[in-house]
């Protein structure tokens, strides 16, 4: 009797650890890691994207190059503001200027942000961004 109670025991044990979900795997870093705008309707050829250093933003508009020095708390509240953004003159598209137009608004006005896995939203009174690592975070079922 014993054995038996204890073989079910086991068995529910062991069916209930396949229930668990699955843990979440970290938040990618914010410094280093290269973050791609999410655009709705995304532009022809490289997508905008940033990249965090050292009290350093470099990264491409859709357009141009662009690089600012930018500020962070340091107390982990995920305030920031960056300071004058520095783009290259090349032209291109309207639609692509116009999509580099709006990164750079919202970038501008940006106070604070959020990361969730490789998902980093940046929000402030311009509007919000919403970017994804590159590469992707690795989810595993």
């Known amino acids: 009797m014993k054995t038996t109670t204890a073989t079910i025991l086991l068995a529910m ?14 938040p990618k870093p914010f410094i280093g890691t290269k973050w791609v705008v999410q655009l709705e309707l995304p532009v022809q050829g490289e997508q905008p994207w940033v990249r965090f250093g050292d009290g350093r933003m470099e990264g491409f508009g859709g357009c141009n190059r662009i690089s600012a020095r930018y500020g962070e708390d340091s107390v982990g509240a995920r305030s920031i503001v ?3 953004i520095d783009r290259g003159t090349k ?4 639609g692509t ?6 990164v ?3 970038l501008q006005s940006v106070s ?6 490789d998902l980093l939203v940046m929000a402030g ?13 690795e989810i595993k079922p």
């Open 13 to 26: 044990l062991l069916g209930a650890c396949g229930l668990a979900p699955k843990p979440e795997p970290p």
């Open 97 to 102: 200027q116009m999509a580099e137009a709006r």
């Open 91 to 94: 032209g291109c598209d309207s």
């Open 125 to 137: 009174s311009g509007g919000a961004l919403k970017f994804r690592s590159d590469p992707p975070a």
């Open 104 to 106: 750079l608004e919202v």
């Open 112 to 117: 604070s942000y959020h990361i969730t896995i």
């Open 82 to 84: 960056i300071y004058r």
